[in-house]
């Protein structure tokens, strides 16, 4: 999904649209990423605190399910992936669920008519619980694994695999 050059992060942030961390701090990144891992599953992690510390000096201590959030945003924007984050009782738009399942917004209104996600209408807007969208989503990929699962197993029940290797001749890996 592109974005506006005028459109600050902030914005793509309270819009819930994907986020990827710029170039110039992907360093800094991954190096936060590891700092949070291991104060996250430091078995002295319990006593231990960890605080913001503001511009002047003023701290705060972070709870804990705030350090597990912060860990998590940090690795996948470490591995140079974008995140949103989305709370999952809010409301969303037909655009926000399409950035979340990764389709585009018209394919999104073809699964609502088709009644694979529930949703509500206000005025002439559709709007579609984070839930129900978060649910589609791991169903549809629950549903797409167990085809690549079936599809790889009929490959090698039919001999695909190796009528592959026959035609192809054997890969520059295996021709020692």
């Given at each position: 999904m592109a974005s506006s050059a005028s459109e600050t992060l902030e914005d793509r942030i309270r819009r819930m649209t994907p986020v990827a961390a710029p170039d110039d701090q992907q360093a800094q990144i991954a190096n936060l990423s590891r700092a949070l891992e291991s104060f996250a599953h430091s078995p002295r992690?319990?006593?231990r605190r960890l605080r913001l510390v503001g511009p002047g000096g003023e701290a705060i201590a972070l709870p804990e399910s705030v350090v597990l959030v912060l860990e998590r945003v940090?690795?996948?924007?470490?591995?140079?992936?974008s995140?949103?984050?989305?709370p999952v009782s809010k409301e969303v738009t037909t655009t926000q669920a399409a950035d979340l399942l990764s389709v585009s917004r018209q394919y999104l209104v073809r699964l609502l008519e088709g009644g694979r996600i529930p949703f509500r209408i206000t005025g002439k807007h559709r709007r579609l619980q984070t839930g129900d969208v978060l649910a589609y989503k791991a169903q549809r990929d629950k549903d797409r694994r167990a085809g690549l699962r079936e599809l790889s197993r009929l490959t090698q029940e039919f001999g695909g695999y190796e009528a592959e290797i026959k035609q192809d001749g054997?890969?520059?890996a295996n021709r020692g």
């Open positions: 992690r319990r006593p940090t690795e996948v924007l470490a591995r140079g992936d995140i949103t984050v989305v054997p890969s520059p």
